[in-house]
């Protein structure tokens, strides 16, 4: 696994990309996501902590729900969060299984790049977590 790779992709984010995702939670608290958001990626490279279950956690996995136009990268670098969050163990409540049954339709939504780039490490979180059985 490329673990570096999804690490750069999720800190290319822009303010305008963390604002959407802080955003996600019917513009519930996105002042506190926002913060908590950028903790998330930037200092600790996109692996949740226990603390951060609902901010900003929640936000993420709205996000990575749906993928909006325009609105690719977020979609991306929700699922991208989560995958990592799994590989490492701290997010033992989300299924990279079932997420890449339940979400093809909007995985298929993205072009090459993004799609093989959630596709591989959706990959990598399925192997991950039948090794941690």
């Known amino acids: ?8 992709f999720i800190k290319s984010i822009t303010e305008n990309e963390i604002k ?4 996600r939670d019917y513009g519930a608290d ?6 908590e958001l950028k903790k998330l ?3 600790q490279n996109g692996v949740l902590n ?4 609902w901010y900003p956690y ?5 996000c990575r729900w749906s993928c909006e136009k325009g609105h690719e990268k977020e979609f991306v670098i ?5 995958c990592l969050s799994i590989i490492a163990g701290t997010d033992r409540t989300n299924d990279p299984e079932y997420m890449k049954e339940t979400l093809q339709k909007e995985y298929l939504k993205l072009d090459k790049s993004n799609y093989d780039l959630i ?3 959706l990959t990598d979180a399925i192997k991950a977590q039948e090794k941690s059985g």
Do not use: T
């Not at 696994?1 to 750069?8: A, L, S, V």
């Not at 929640?58 to 709205?62: G, I």
């Not at 929700?78 to 989560?82: A, E, G, L, T, Y």
């Open 30 to 35: 996105i002042d506190k996501h926002e913060n």
């Open 78 to 82: 929700c699922n991208i969060i989560v």
């Open 20 to 23: 959407f995702i802080a955003g």
């Open 1 to 8: 696994m490329d673990k570096e790779k999804y690490i750069r």
């Open 58 to 62: 929640e936000v993420v996995e709205l």
């Open 50 to 53: 226990s603390n951060q279950y």
């Open 119 to 121: 596709s591989n490490i």
């Open 41 to 43: 990626i930037f200092d």
